[in-house]
């Protein structure tokens, strides 16, 4: 049984992982899943939403090492979000809930660069509906890295490949200027194609 059947398993028995259940730095590094290492470059204020199931292995740990100063780590699962306390920074701060509870109290945060990881059923609610008040709490530029899925390719009208189709569309269903800048093809999750967007967003 691999590191995180082991901490699932932990988990879903209702208990908290003892420190040496959990993955190092180390670890997670030797075990990350791909992400677009030059995409999170050179960012300072990150906000992760749906980052800790894998203990961050497809999203934080690539924001840690980018030296990301800091972070706000959003996620309703209170075990791994306290697994995500002890692998992670102290000094960056720790949600616990949902996100749209987590959305609708926050106080605009400057962020830079905001990652999504979320599962298929809140694609496009993150994606689309959400992105305008994400907006909001983010500073006038930044840099959104969200899940898109195939209804939220479709809702926009063009091909995974189409930069300049998906940055007009999606600049009008939101109200905001998007500039596709890549979409990284994440593989078959749940039998469809699944696709990192890396979005620049200009308020
Ligand atoms: C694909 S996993 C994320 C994996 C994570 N990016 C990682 O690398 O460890 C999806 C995550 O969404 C979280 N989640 C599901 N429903 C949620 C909700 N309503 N609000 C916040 N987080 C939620 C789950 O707890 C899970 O950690």
Known sequence: MDRFSQLLDIWNTGRE??????????????EKCDFLVNAVLGRTNALCLFCA????????IWVHDARVEHATLVDADRF???AMRCIYPPHWAYWTGDYREFLAQAE???FDLVVADQPH???SDVALDWLPHIAKLAAPRFRFIAN??????ENLGAAPDDMAGLSSALSERVGLTAHFREMLYRGRVEKVDLYWAVIDIEA
């Open 108 to 110: 605009a945060g400057g």
């Open 148 to 153: 898109y899925w195939p209804e939220t390719v």
């Open 53 to 60: 199931m894998c203990c961050g292995r497809s999203d934080v």
């Open 80 to 82: 791994a979000m306290a």
């Open 17 to 30: 992982a003892e420190a040496e259940d959990l993955p190092t730095l180390d670890d997670l590094r030797a």
């Open 121 to 123: 059923v809140f694609g």
